[in-house]
């Protein structure tokens, strides 16, 4: 079936290492019919879901495949001194990059800003691209790549403020990273306590803070901390459908 064909009804798109469904969210608003997979439950995943290894389920049947390997290995929130974590992860990308290939549908390979290196000519987004921020106007800083086996054009620019009171959806882990940015708020993905360092004040941000900058009002702290916001799918499956509507 031809491109324009894919089009003129609702293509199916397998989302594979799904997490909690951030991607798959913004991929269903575009018009997507959307079903998951991830090795682990998700029972705060809102489509169709299958608990199951995203290596060896069936990839026939969809017209799109996005896939987000676990980031470990590539984040910089397990580096440093929270390197011996890395020794229980392996880089996954290669191993997803060649089944999606195989599969013949097009794909969308995501993951976190370290793995530039293992991806194929990536297009960065980031919540300042969208104007994504918490109610009382603090942006969302988080950047994502995305290897895409079709054109996405007209990529928005980052609009980080000077001085702008910032949040970011981190890791997940208990130990964040320490850093020094004057006038910059961070926080993290897990769901308990607080912590101030080096000009970071962790407190300020609740779950609902987190909820309102990623734009998901359906998941976990912890949940928040591994998604990426549906803005990003949306935003790479409108590319997605313009790129069908334009190929004869």
């Known amino acids: ?27 269903h608003r575009v018009g997507f019919e959307v079903v998951g997979v991830d090795i682990n439950p998700q029972p705060h995943y809102p ?19 996005h896939a ?9 929130m397990t580096k440093g001194r929270w390197q011996y974590r890395l020794k229980n992860h392996i880089n996954l990308i290669p191993e997803t990059r060649k089944l999606l290939i195989s599969s013949g ?13 293992e991806l194929i000519a990536p297009i960065m987004l ?29 990529i928005p620019e980052c609009s980080h403020k000077k001085g702008a009171s910032v949040i970011g959806v981190y890791g997940g882990g208990q130990h964040p990273q320490r ?10 993905g897990h769901s308990g306590g607080s912590s101030k360092r080096d000009y970071l004040d962790f407190s300020c941000f609740s779950v609902i803070d987190r909820r309102d900058a990623m734009g998901i009002d359906w998941m976990t702290g912890k949940e928040l901390s591994q998604a990426i916001p549906p803005a990003y799918s949306f935003f790479i499956g409108k590319q997605l459908i313009k790129y069908l509507q334009n190929t004869k």
Do not use: W
């Not at 324009?4 to 798109?13: D, Q, S």
């Not at 987000?68 to 910089?76: T, V, Y």
């Not at 994504?132 to 290897?147: A, D, I, V, Y």
């Open 1 to 27: 079936m031809g491109p324009r064909a894919c089009v003129r009804r609702r293509m199916k798109l397998l989302d594979l290492f799904c997490g909690a469904g951030g991607a798959a969210m913004g991929y």
């Open 47 to 65: 489509f169709k879901f299958y608990q199951a290894d995203a290596l060896t389920f069936p990839l026939n049947g969809f017209d799109v495949i």
């Open 68 to 76: 987000s390997p676990p980031c470990q290995i590539h984040s910089a």
């Open 105 to 117: 549908a097009y794909y969308v390979i995501e993951n976190v800003i370290g793995a530039k290196v």
């Open 126 to 154: 980031c919540g300042t691209m969208f104007n994504l921020e918490t109610k009382q106007g603090s942006q969302l800083r988080r950047h994502r790549l995305f290897e895409c086996s079709f054109p996405v054009i007209l």
């Open 179 to 188: 850093r020094k940015i004057p006038n910059t708020i961070g926080a993290y």
